[in-house]
């Protein structure tokens, strides 16, 4: 099933285990020797977008090669894309981190967590 996009990669796969966002406002705690910690804002940080998706050989015929296509596009792209998740176009967005988990005992599995970083 198709989870959703970003700029010319499709997600093709068996489920989508979690999608979060994270806002940071930008406030820092400045711990002090002596009295209460101060706050000071250091300046709005960009959103992140955590996605996790499972690959799997029933619904991907190549779970492994599905995984690496992603990766591979990743690195071969510099510039942001549009993320779209369903139906719903989150703007655009630079891919900072991909962790990959595989399992292979009955069925061989591929569990993509993806961290976007959204760009002004």
């Not at 406030?27 to 690959?55: E, N």
């Not at 595989?102 to 976007?116: A, K, M, P, S, T």
């Amino acid at each position: 099933m198709q989870i959703g996009s970003f700029g010319t990669l499709v997600f093709y796969a068996y489920e989508l285990m979690g999608l979060s966002k994270e806002y940071d406002m930008g406030y820092k705690q400045i711990p002090k020797i002596s009295g209460a910690t101060a706050i000071q804002k250091l300046g709005d940080r960009p959103s992140v977008i955590r996605l996790q998706i499972r690959y799997n050989d029933v619904y991907n015929a190549n779970p492994r090669a599905a995984a690496t296509n992603v990766v591979n596009y990743a690195k071969t792209t510099t510039t942001p894309q549009a993320l779209i998740i369903g139906t719903q176009n989150y703007g655009n967005f630079v891919i900072s981190n991909i962790r990959v988990a595989e399992q292979n005992y009955f069925r061989i599995r591929v569990d993509l967590d993806i961290e976007f970083l959204e760009v002004a």
